[in-house]
Structures are given as C-alpha cells and as structure tokens.
C-alpha cells in the first residue's frame, strides 16, 4: 500500500489504518476486561464479499457500538471465532469499511472529528437537530450527496448503518434506509447488540459501569425479494431483524416511561 494512498473519500489509507490500530489498542479492555463482549456469527463475518455489504443494526450509544463493530468484524476476518482474544488482529484492519453517523454529533468535537477520519459517512439528519425531534413542517429535504456517499462507500467496500437514527429504543427505523437497500441492492446483514447502554455514558465514551455482559450477535443476511419488496415491507423487516419491532416491547424501558411523563406533562400545560 502506497504511503499516500486514498480511499474515494480522500483519507489517507496508512493513516486510517494507524488511527485503528491506536484506538482498538485504547478501547479493547472495554469489550474484554473491564467488561466482556459475547459474540456470535463470527462465521458470517467470513463469508461476506468484500464489497456492497451493508450493517444494519440497533444503536445504544454514539461511539462505543461502532468501535465494537470494528474489533469483533476485524478479529472475526483474522479468523477469531467469536471473540476478539490478542487485539493484534488490528494490525491490518479492513480500511474499506465504513459507518453512518449524523453529521453534528462527528462535528461535535476533536474526538468525532478524529473518528470520523477512520470511517464516517456524515449525514444530516432530517428529522432532527441539536438533541431534538423536528416537527413535522420544520423538517429538511434529505441531501442526495448523503445517498450518493453512502453509495459510494458501498462500492468500495462494507457500510454500517443504525437504521433508528438515534440510541433510544424502538424507535421506528427510518424508511432512508429501505430506500438505500431497494436502490442498491446490497448484502445486508443485521446485528443485535445490548449491554453497552449499561457499560457506557451515552455518547460511549466514559465507562459507566463494570463486569457487564455485553452481546453482539450477527445474524443471517437478510432474505430479499426485489421484485415484490416495498419500502415499508421492507422496513418492518429490518425492525424485527434488529429486534426493535414494537410487538418485541414486553417491557417498556425506563427511559421511553420518562419521555412519556416529559410528553404528558408538556400537554398538561398546552392544551
């Protein structure tokens, strides 16, 4: 690889592959020390082209369930089955992946700004903006060059997307992402993680807690039919394969209980 080869985003690929190599080297005793990461489908991991793949995937924070998804996808290719033992895996880590993050929260600091370099898609989110939910009427239009990057990560290599657009649980998964898939017609392989909202803060930065059982588990791509499949066919789907259908909600989370107070107090004074 030339020293100052680039990717079709113009990062430079020798530092990509050392700003990895640093931050799986900072971050694996999140996952295998302080606590630990249950994986499964490794084996899936391998059978994947090396192009046109794309992740879906519920979210619990910003930064730490990416970075898990590059340790156990990297260790999984070096031939790890389902763990991420001897973090030298990331000594070569696959440089054509990359991941679908909202575009002010990779502007939000020198951090993001860093991460973004090892592989962010920036998008800007239409529905919402600084923290919260946008009305209907002050909505944006979605930026073709958000598709057409998004498009041309997947033709170079693989794509990780969070389908909810936000780390609450099931919120409905925005139909961006059906769209994408009929249009492009890529592998697509969902993963259910949990654990990481206990271990982490929200943006995944800071440890929260210790000696939590993380799970990361890799699923069969996903069964298409292109000729038949409609967007919201297609997007009850992906809720059920990333299991945030909202028939799967027997318990309703603490925090969505919370928002509904916040809500219900909100109209209490407004109407």
Known sequence: MGLFKRNPFGHILFLKKWLIRIAGALTHKRYRGFNQLHIEGSE??????????????????????????F???????????????????????????????????MQSGLLPKIM??????????????????????????VKLSDFRNI????????VITFPQGT??????VRKGTAHIILHHKPI???????????????????????GILQSFVIKEPLQIDYETETV??????????????????????TEVLEEQAKLDQERQ???
């Open 116 to 141: 973004a370099y090892a592989g962010s898609i920036s998008v800007e989110r239409t529905w919402r903006a600084e923290g919260k939910d946008l009305e209907k009427h002050e909505q944006k239009q």
């Open 151 to 158: 498009e041309k990560a997947l033709n170079d290599g693989w």
């Open 232 to 253: 919201d066919s297609l997007v009850e789907k992906i809720e059920f394969a990333i299991e945030q259908h909202p028939s799967l909600l027997k318990v309703i989370p």
């Open 167 to 172: 780390t609450r649980s099931f919120k409905p």
């Open 71 to 105: 340790h156990v996808f990297n260790a999984a290719l070096k031939g790890r089955e389902n763990n991420i033992k001897n973090v030298g895996y990331l000594w070569n880590p696959k440089l054509n992946m990359y991941y679908v993050a909202a575009k002010e929260t």
């Open 44 to 69: 899936i991991i391998r059978s994947l082209p090396d192009r046109n793949v794309l992740f879906i995937s519920n979210h619990q924070t910003y930064f730490a369930d990416v970075v898990a998804m």
């Open 269 to 271: 004074w407004r109407y």
């Open 188 to 210: 697509v392989v969902p993963i259910v993680i949990d654990g990481f909202r206990r271990s982490f803060d929200r943006k995944g930065l800071r440890i929260k807690k210790k």
